[in-house]
């Protein structure tokens, strides 16, 4: 019998605010038997310091939904739709693999949830090999297109492109990653039939399904980027009224992509008629056209990586390497909290909160100093993980008891210039663990709610090559995540697995562009040394520091410690901070659920 979170949409009442107020104030470990209700890197412009990112995050928060930790013995999925979660829990009960789910539950979110992921994007997984006892990953980021170079983003005067400019239309896609990733892991690790994996989002697409609360709110909040191309503005305002919740929508186009995907594998969306209408849909965009060829589509492949790992207490903290710098930095921030004392970090504090945000901070000087693709650079994500290094790293935090004066890139004598890129918030998370014991962790992204707004064979394309730093060079010193032709940007992605002895513990991620990091590092902050269980722990409000602004969730008793961080030196952000954490904990005889209030995720498991 499924256990699932309940789901209603639901404002920021008073009683969810109270809710999420007493999580913050509480620092008891909370019983696991309880229920519970409950920038972005700068545009590049040294002017805009860091600022003009957050005025292009358009996918906002929508509203709450109510939220209980769920119980599981054998199996479990967790997604950021209700009906994406059901798809991989039928793969599931049916006796598939988490890869099978993942399959079912990434198709499926490209229908119900297209402001946030789907077959035009690529994604990174960390994944359990329980059979093998491996732990490693899959690099599935989207490529520049071979006649990419420097200047794409860049005006007729080599200045860098204003950011909405530079995102609709063609211009701005990279190569897709996700038919190949989902064929090239059932290829290994599948163990129903591919075939059999697509029926539940088929049968949604051609049958219809409601649109949620969020993404008939995502449509609202980006009309203007929606109507500027024919087929978009037809899909989401039929009629010329926006989708609203609750109505009926079929995707006949996406419902006909699936069945060939089902029958001929991905091979027709890198060269055949679908990767040729891709191509079409970039290179004729009515603006903004760009330049992917079917070169770019028939030479990609994903890439397997090894892992990247730090220990946190009794833990090994283990995510992606680069191009993501997500497990390199939420590595270096649990890292660099390994250095305190458990009972100087046992519960929120403004000191707790301090030692949290200057780690942030530290760890985003280094992201955006050194990493960036390895195919390219040299990412010395070793050194940057080492434990004299994290010290290091911590002492200049223990050494003061303000709010660092100044923040840079620690010296492991590599010459950079720093770059910034503005990462977006439209992104979903999956966490699996099939009965078999293999777990999974992925981030999946188009970057930009609904992307590039250009579709393509019934989905949207992706935006991902504004990941890139706009500027190639700062002062005669080229920028790490410069735009390369064949080049992957740099992503802040961090499906992460948590080992304990050496087996799986936890898997968790989130959504959120560059705050990802923030919102991971968080929630293992909260269950780690907070003591809160994973429900608790996800739903605590969100509190980060990427570049010197702490910034705390707004309606939460995060506000709190606003006079408190001010008087250590910060200047504070009270704003939306709308993550999407899904997490799973994984014991001998149970597993333990749980999924963000602030999105539409849901968990599901027997």
Not at 59 to 88: F, W
Not at 298 to 308: D, L, N, S, T
Not at 369 to 377: G, I, M, Q
Request: hydrophobic share 35%; glycine share 8%.
């Amino acid at each position: 019998m499924s256990n699932s979170t309940s789901f209603r949409i639901r404002q920021h009442s008073m009683l969810t605010i109270i809710i999420l107020s007493s999580l913050l104030v509480a620092c008891q470990t909370v019983s696991s038997t309880n229920t519970h209700t409950t920038t972005i890197a700068t545009q590049n412009n040294k002017s805009d310091n860091h600022k003009g990112a957050d005025a292009f995050a358009p996918e906002q928060g929508t509203g709450l939904t109510e939220q209980q930790q769920v119980y599981a013995k054998k199996y479990m999925v967790a997604s950021g739709n209700p009906l994406a979660t059901q798809a991989g829990y039928d793969i599931l009960k049916r006796g598939g693999s988490a890869i099978d789910a993942m399959i079912a539950v990434q198709s499926t979110l490209g229908l119900v949830e297209p402001q946030s992921s789907g077959l035009g994007g690529g994604a990174f997984v960390v994944y359990w090999d329980n059979k093998n006892k491996k732990l490693t990953t899959f690099d599935g980021r989207e490529t520049a297109p071979l006649a990419a170079d420097e200047k794409l983003f860049l005006d007729s005067e080599g200045k860098p492109l204003k950011f909405m400019d530079a995102v609709v239309g063609g211009r701005s896609v990279g190569t897709p990653s996700i038919p190949l990733l989902m064929q090239s892991l059932h290829q290994r690790y599948g163990q129903l039939s591919w075939s059999s994996l697509f029926q539940q989002p088929i049968h949604l697409a051609e049958k219809g399904f409601q649109v949620s609360p969020r993404m008939a709110q995502s449509i609202e909040q980006n009309q203007d980027s929606l109507q500027r191309f024919s087929n978009t503005k037809d899909y989401f305002f039929p009629n010329g009224k926006a989708l609203q919740a609750g109505q009926i929508l079929k995707n006949v186009e996406y419902a006909q992509s699936l069945k060939v995907l089902a029958k001929q594998g991905a091979n027709p969306f890198y060269q055949g008629q679908y990767a040729k209408n891709i191509i079409k849909a970039v290179t004729e965009s009515p603006s903004n056209a760009g330049v992917l060829s079917l070169q770019d589509l028939q030479q990609y492949r994903i890439i397997e990586r090894q892992p990247v790992c730090a220990d946190y207490r009794q833990y090994q903290v283990c995510g992606m390497d680069a191009p993501s710098s997500g497990g390199i930095a939420v590595g270096q921030i649990v890292g660099m909290l390994n250095q305190f004392d458990t009972q100087q970090l046992a519960k929120p504090s403004a000191y707790s909160l301090r030692v949290l945000g200057d780690a942030s901070r530290l760890a985003f000087a280094d992201r955006d100093y050194y990493v960036a693709d390895p195919s390219f650079v040299n990412v010395p994500s070793q050194a940057l993980l080492s434990a004299d290094y994290l010290k290091q790293r911590a002492d200049l935090i223990k050494h003061s008891d303000k709010a660092l004066n100044e923040v840079k890139a620690g010296q492991l004598e590599i010459q950079r210039a720093t770059g910034k890129a503005i990462e977006l918030p439209s992104t979903s998370h999956i966490v699996i663990v099939d009965a078999q014991g293999n777990v999974l962790s992925m981030t999946t992204s188009i970057e930009n709610a609904f992307g590039s707004t250009v579709m393509a064979n019934g989905y949207l394309l992706n935006n991902q090559l504004t990941d890139f730093s706009f500027e190639p060079n700062k002062d005669g010193i080229a920028v790490a995540n410069r735009v390369e032709a064949g080049k992957r940007p740099r992503s802040s992605m961090s499906p992460t697995i948590v080992l304990k002895n050496g087996e799986p513990y936890m898997a968790v991620g989130s959504p959120g562009g560059s705050r990802i990091i923030g919102y991971v590092a968080k929630t293992l902050m909260a269950h780690v040394d907070w003591g809160m269980d994973i429900q608790h722990a996800i739903t605590m409000p969100n509190v980060l520091n990427r570049f010197g602004n702490y910034e705390l969730e707004q309606n939460s008793s995060a506000t709190q410690y606003v006079e408190d961080l001010k008087a250590l030196g910060y200047k504070t952000d009270v704003r939306d901070l709308n993550s999407g954490v899904q997490g799973i904990i994984i014991q001998k005889d149970s597993l333990i659920g749980g999924a963000d209030p602030r999105r539409e995720g849901k968990v599901m498991g027997d």
